[in-house]
């Protein structure tokens, strides 16, 4: 017996969302998209049909604008009796984008001997919908990958420590007492590690839960299960739950990193579940200090670094929406130090066009060209800046740096900077 397979991942990531209002407005799409299947020697007629709608929706989805994660999988068996065809098309997002789906022509021809179907839909998509679901399935990966490097980095350490505790001979020591958090048992461990990797929210608790009761001392199985609980509030404001029908989780996530930081003070991950919690509290300001605290422990940890740009970026938004102008870049400036690391420019970059968006409305273009120049030095290819720039240049009758910026962003494929050239 042979087997033949071919296997296409397409894995787009959407930046880490994290909710901040509670009143946001539906956004919905209509696409048209068409889609074919070659019917395999084991499909049923009902499964074949039920293969090429799941595949035009995902075309309709991708059409929208919106990459989402999924795996396609297609499998040819060979042997003896024939040829079978195994098709699985594992799209963990499409059911909350795709709302309502019209069939507007469907049909069948042969192909060597084989039915081939054909169907072209009508799809509303409800972006918000997608919008979120991957933005949890991000979030979740992240979490679990992040968590991993952790218990690696921990498990390194607490080696050195070792190391640094035997005692050499003829050196006695006196033990004041124990320092830092429990060490985790390996069997509540397990379930930790089982909990990270299963997609089932239920189940993910199921396994905290237990890992809670064999190490109450521990925080590592408690950081799990308040994140998780935070998965399911997602999910129910996903699905435009009203807030009483998920307040119960927060709290018990807010319970959760609490108990965490009494055990471990300086675990950033908990630090980090706690600022997610009071964000959906709407407690932004102390939102923001636990996310500091986390990055003053860390300053490489990514994801409250990320939290932390999200939410002083919607905090100034919101300002600057009302023209409260002093309001709006008091916050920029704490989330933008005058010398910010390049590595780190490209994640400030909404935070950056704001600001320089707020300095041309108050009549500042001198400090509006220094926050796109920042921009430019992280990616020097953004069209979108160099215009930006370009203009505010001929504004100040800076001819020749307007005329250089153009011509960069000319040379990048925009008409509209090539127009701009003599």
Known sequence: MTFHGTLARSVAILAVI????????????????????????????????????????????????????????????????GRIQSSSLEIRTIA?????????????????DRPNFYVRIRAVI???????????????????????????ENSRLKAAIRELKTTPRGVSTITVGSTGPAQIPE???????????????????????????????????????GQTYLQLVSTSYSKKAKPSRYSHY?????????????????????????????????RTD?????????LALNPFFDTARQRL???????????????????????????????????????????YLLRSDIYKKLRRP????????????GDPTDVRVLLSRATLYRKQLKGHKAKNDFERACLLGSTQACRELP
């Open 18 to 81: 994290l909710f901040l209002s509670s009143q946001t407005a539906a956004s919905e799409t209509t696409v048209t998209a068409e889609a074919h299947y070659l019917m395999a020697d084991g499909d049923t007629l009902a499964q074949a049909e039920e293969t090429v709608l799941q595949r035009a929706k995902r075309r309709a989805v991708e059409q929208a604008g919106m990459y989402l994660e999924s795996t396609f999988l297609d499998v040819e068996q060979e042997n003896g009796s």
């Open 96 to 112: 909350a984008a795709v709302t309502k789906t019209d069939i507007l022509e469907s049909r069948r021809t042969f192909e060597n």
């Open 126 to 152: 409800d972006l918000d919908h997608l919008q979120e679901a991957i933005r949890r399935w991000h979030s979740e990966q992240q979490f679990a990958e992040h968590f991993r490097r952790l218990q690696k």
């Open 187 to 225: 069997e509540a461990q397990k379930l930790v590690d089982q909990a990270i990797m299963t997609p089932s929210l239920r189940q993910k608790l199921r396994l905290t839960s237990q890992a809670v009761r064999l190490a109450p001392q521990a925080a590592e199985p408690l950081i799990v299960r």
């Open 250 to 282: 927060v709290d018990n996530a807010r319970m959760d990193f609490d108990r965490a930081l009494l055990i471990d003070p300086q675990n950033t991950w908990a630090l980090l579940g706690q600022g997610d919690v009071r964000t959906w509290l709407h």
């Open 286 to 294: 102390d939102a923001a200090r636990s996310y500091e605290q986390a």
């Open 309 to 351: 740009i999200t939410l002083y970026t919607t905090q100034a938004r919101k300002h600057a929406r009302a023209k409260r102008w002093t309001d709006a870049l008091d916050i920029l400036d704490r989330l933008l130090p005058p010398h910010m690391p390049d590595s780190w420019i490209l994640d400030h970059k909404e935070a």
């Open 366 to 377: 001198t400090e509006a060209i220094a926050d796109l120049s920042m921009l430019l030095q």
